[in-house]
């Protein structure tokens, strides 16, 4: 059975505001697009928290419900429910890894979270995940460098430079800000 995957989601936090953006494409396989307006950044914990997932769709859509039932369980403490989701996929209580990874943020933190276990806070306020994750990330890195743009900005500029270049990401953006 063919996977559905494929998108680019790009994270800024700059001047006390945190922007998280992504596209719309969802691929069948490596040929086919399946979907075009597809939202994948979502305001979660009563919209004080917002994440957006990229990877295997079912597998992205599980990360993001467990991260949610740990945001419940840990009063809405970003790092803490981050950590112990990522424990329960190391001690193997989850069962399997999963292909997908997210990228959640409240008004203090920013983290990249994987379907194996890993838990990253970015350098520098910039971070992109997914098929054109690496051409956002460079895109939105120098954007907040070199430009007084604000952090939805930059995040959505970087995501229209990556659909330019990756075939897996679109233009279809959707943004949400803290």
Not at 33 to 48: D, E
Request: net charge negative; with cysteine; aromatic share 6%.
């Amino acid at each position: 059975m063919s996977e559905f995957m494929g998108t680019t989601i790009c994270a800024v936090k700059k001047n006390g505001k945190t922007a998280i953006a992504g596209d719309g494409q969802v691929t069948l396989s490596q040929s086919v697009i399946f979907k075009n307006n597809a939202v994948k950044v979502r305001r979660i914990y009563n919209g004080n928290v917002i994440l957006g997932f990229a990877g295997s769709v079912s597998d992205a859509f599980t990360l993001s419900e467990r991260f949610e039932e740990m945001l419940n369980k840990y009063s809405g403490n970003l790092m803490r429910s981050a950590v112990e989701l990522a424990e329960l996929w190391r001690s193997d209580k989850v069962g399997r890894k999963l292909e997908a990874m997210m990228i959640t943020a409240d008004k203090d933190t920013l983290l990249i979270v994987s379907g194996s276990g890993e838990v990253i806070e970015p350098d520098g306020g910039v971070c992109a995940i997914g098929s054109g994750g690496n051409y956002a990330l460079a895109a939105a890195r120098a954007l907040a460098q070199e430009t007084d743009y604000s952090a939805d900005e930059i995040a959505k500029k970087a995501l229209k430079l990556a659909s330019e270049i990756c075939v897996f990401t679109n233009d279809h953006i959707t943004c949400e800000v803290l």
